[in-house]
């Protein structure tokens, strides 16, 4: 079983709608979160990071983190082009803050 | 500051060359990593440093060898490159390995090998 799960997609949405992307996780010791927006041929940047149960909002991003069930989800809205790319999910485990697991990225087509 | 940097940012090989992935940052953050990362497969860990002096295997480090020269520069050797280690190579930091951190991203170097 992959430490982190992404539906690779693409997720096709139009422009101003809500765009759902989900990662699901392995380790229940598992203690920070973070989404990373990709595009082709650049390196990640930050989006959002979570610690804790429940949602973090920035703008048009809402981080949604669920330890229970062991899952985390970014939601977009008012999705614009500029958002297509490639968002990767990440999750430290509390037993080494150094040791980052990376989904593989789902892929996410705005159309204007 | 120019945060994380890559050398170079593109490099064709022979199988059987052998070259080295340069990477430094100037944010004096303690931990560092080397990934690689495939169509399709996210990021995969190679090799990374805790904090300098020390370094560990990822996820994927058959095939390559690290340094970490100093605290800012963190190297990636392919001794006998294999057309399977095409890829594209990140290299990023941390501050000092807490929770609530996150990484830099260099901006990468694109690896073909013939």
């Known amino acids: 079983q992959k430490e982190v799960e992404q539906n690779s997609g693409p997720l096709s949405v139009p422009e101003g709608a809500i765009a759902s992307l989900n990662c699901t996780y392995s380790d229940r010791g598992s203690q920070s979160f973070f989404w990373y927006r990709q595009y082709s041929g650049k390196s990640p940047e930050l989006i959002m990071s979570?610690?804790?149960?429940g949602d973090k909002e920035d703008g048009r991003f809402t981080a949604q983190l669920n330890k229970a069930s062991q899952y985390v989800s970014l939601l977009i809205r008012d999705s614009q082009p500029s958002d297509s790319a490639t968002y990767l999910c990440a999750v430290i485990r509390v037993t080494d803050f150094n040791k980052f697991y990376f989904g593989s990225g789902t892929k996410l087509n705005v159309k204007p | 500051n120019a945060g994380v940097t890559q050398t170079p940012k593109f490099q064709v090989l022979k199988t059987g060359q052998s070259m080295t992935l340069q990477c430094a940052q100037d944010m004096n953050h303690n931990s560092m990593y080397w990934y690689r990362q495939d169509p399709g497969m996210g990021l995969r860990l190679i090799y990374y440093s805790a904090s300098e002096g020390t370094t560990d295997k990822g996820e994927v480090p058959n095939g390559y060898n690290v340094s970490r020269l100093n605290k800012r520069e963190f190297s990636l050797r392919l001794e006998s490159a294999a057309p399977s280690q095409t890829s594209v190579y990140f290299c990023?930091?941390?501050?000092?390995?807490?929770?609530?951190?996150?990484?830099?991203f260099g901006p990468g170097t694109r690896l073909l090998v013939l």
């Open positions: 990023a930091s941390i501050p000092r390995g807490r929770y609530q951190e996150t990484q830099y």
């Open positions: 979570i610690y804790s149960n």
